[in-house]
């Protein structure tokens, strides 16, 4: 299911933090598109957004692994994966696509 998040895309390389239910989710723009992940580091739970965007990953600052932002895969072997959401814009509008088993 898609939802409305913003209305206008984060400065390039800035992460913005949206919520959409339960869901914490980070928005950033890198190199002109849009990527929606899981504002949770899959390795222990800090936040992402406190990280920053480089080279299309998103580094986490707690412990410096890195997760990329098409595939969602860690840096760090035996790390699991991060929670990619699809992005869309509609009339100048960005949606995300959340399903009930993500
Ligand atoms: S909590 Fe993110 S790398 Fe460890």
Redesign the pocket.
């Known amino acids: 299911m898609w939802f409305k998040v913003l209305e206008k895309p984060p400065e390039p390389n800035a992460m913005a933090e949206i919520s959409v239910g339960d869901n914490q989710l980070v928005l950033t723009n890198y190199n002109g598109k849009l990527y929606c992940f899981n504002n949770r ?6 936040q ?1 957004s406190f ?1 920053c965007v480089q080279k299309g990953k998103v580094k ?6 890195s997760f990329d932002l098409v595939s969602g895969e860690s840096s ?1 072997e035996g ?1 699991e994966s991060l929670n990619l959401f699809r992005v869309k814009i509609e009339k100048d509008v960005i949606y995300v696509e959340i399903n009930p088993d993500q």
């Open positions: 580091c899959p390795h222990e739970d800090f992402l990280g986490c600052s707690l412990h410096g692994f760090e790390v």
